[in-house]
């Protein structure tokens, strides 16, 4: 099990941009898949994007491909979000997550996922 820790969250006008974090511990954080997903109110929580251990597979939600970016640093124990071109539709709270199987094809559904965060709260004003 690792401890995932979000950070980076905040409150940012529509088309503006913004940095998540996930810091995790543990030494076998380099061998998981992680993920970013997200949760509006009174909706679902939905997939993001997530990067295999490696780096070499990465996937993305419709909604977010072209504007949102994910990259690890193994080195550092952490993954990024790299948000731009924020919509008032991106409003939510977003969780960092591990895969533990870290299995291709990537998934992307949330209880594939064995440990989570806290979770960040991202506000885009219109």
């Known amino acids: 099990q690792v401890q995932l820790v979000e950070s980076g969250g905040g409150l940012v006008q529509a088309g503006g941009s913004l940095r998540l974090s996930c810091a995790a511990s543990?030494?076998?954080?380099?061998?998981?898949?992680m993920a970013w997903f997200r949760q509006a109110p009174g909706k679902e929580r939905e997939f993001v994007a997530a990067?295999?251990?490696?780096?070499?597979?990465?996937r993305y939600a419709e909604s977010v491909k072209g504007r949102f970016t994910i990259s690890r640093d193994n080195a550092k124990n952490t993954v990024y979000l790299q948000m731009n071109s924020l919509k008032p539709d991106d409003t939510a709270v977003y969780y960092c997550?591990?895969?533990?199987?870290?299995?291709?094809?990537?998934?992307?559904?949330?209880?594939?996922?064995?440990?989570w965060g806290q979770g960040t709260q991202v506000t885009v004003s219109s």
């Open positions: 997550a591990a895969d533990h199987g870290s299995l291709l094809p990537i998934a992307t559904i949330a209880r594939n996922y064995d440990d």
């Open positions: 543990g030494r076998t954080f380099s061998s998981y898949t």
């Open positions: 990067i295999e251990w490696s780096g070499g597979n990465i």
